[in-house]
């Protein structure tokens, strides 16, 4: 994975992209390519957290990558066979990745992320009936179904977890991007259908860079949506090609973890 952009906050975002936390933050894009045609991480960094409890609501990432088994492999990195040909990793934090021992797709070795749903059919109505989401699986055996808005584009996989999704105190969102004119029909649907919506339409500054406009929604479990006006998201996410400079003088300058230390504290657990 590449890093395509990395960007410093004094304070915490007014639509909480770095979860309930106020203060100062990071945020570094990573992916295999640009974020106008491939999925791509968020990866948030809370100054003061120094760890979160996972919950059963995020359960994962899927790539279609032999080169990344390699990879692991070759640097001793713990994978464990689940299936034929395909191993689980864990990041650190305990982020899961499942990696599939195949030649790397062109388009996006990314295939799917996998979210944890108390029931499937309630799950499928919201994601399809009400966001259009295309239905490609729906294993009723399995408790599981595969969704997505283009054949060519990263899936969703929404897998019943036999009770209530715990999101536990890390935090993460699904995003989109659409036209701009698009998010107050979004907002206005999610109203009349009685849906819940976390941040009503609202533009975001990024200092130096384009103001975007987002809605963000929450799935019958608490799984938080944010679609993206296209437009303006475009110009934001163009890949910073100093991007990896950008991160390394970052993590060279953070002196929380020796702050904290000096001080005979820790760093908050969230």
């Not at 088994?69 to 305990?94: D, H, I, Q, R």
């Not at 970052?250 to 005979?264: E, G, T, V």
Request: charged residues 30%; glycine residues 10%; contains cysteine.
């Amino acid at each position: 994975l590449q890093v395509l952009r990395h960007e410093e906050f004094e304070e915490g975002c007014k639509a909480t992209c770095n979860g309930p936390y106020d203060g100062k933050w990071s945020k570094t894009m990573v992916g295999y390519g640009p974020e106008d045609n491939h999925f791509v991480a968020e990866l948030t960094y809370n100054y003061g957290i120094g760890e979160y409890r996972l919950g059963n609501d995020f359960l994962g990432i899927t790539l279609v990558s032999s080169q990344a088994v390699s990879n692991a492999k070759k640097m001793g990195w713990p994978l464990k066979e689940v299936t034929s040909g395909v191993f689980e990793a864990e990041a650190p934090g305990g982020y899961k990745f499942y990696l599939e021992d195949k030649e790397q797709h062109k388009q996006d070795p990314v295939w799917k992320v996998t979210l944890g749903v108390s029931n499937l059919q309630k799950s499928v109505s919201y994601w399809s009936g009400l966001l259009g989401m295309k239905i490609y699986e729906k294993d009723e055996e399995k408790q599981r179904a595969l969704l997505g808005y283009a054949d060519n584009q990263c899936k969703l996989e929404l897998q019943a977890v036999g009770g209530a999704v715990d999101h536990g105190t890390a935090f993460g969102r699904i995003a989109f991007s659409c036209p701009k004119e698009e998010l107050p029909d979004i907002e206005a649907l999610m109203k009349k259908e009685k849906q819940k919506i976390l941040t009503p339409l609202v533009s975001l500054d990024t200092p130096g860079k384009a103001t975007v406009q987002v809605v963000i929604l929450a799935d019958p479990d608490g799984h938080e949506i944010c679609f993206v006006g296209d437009e303006a998201f475009r110009e934001l996410s163009k890949v910073d090609p100093h991007g990896d400079k950008l991160l390394d003088d970052a993590m060279a300058a953070d002196k929380s973890d020796k702050w904290f230390a000096d001080r005979n504290m820790k760093k908050v657990s969230a």
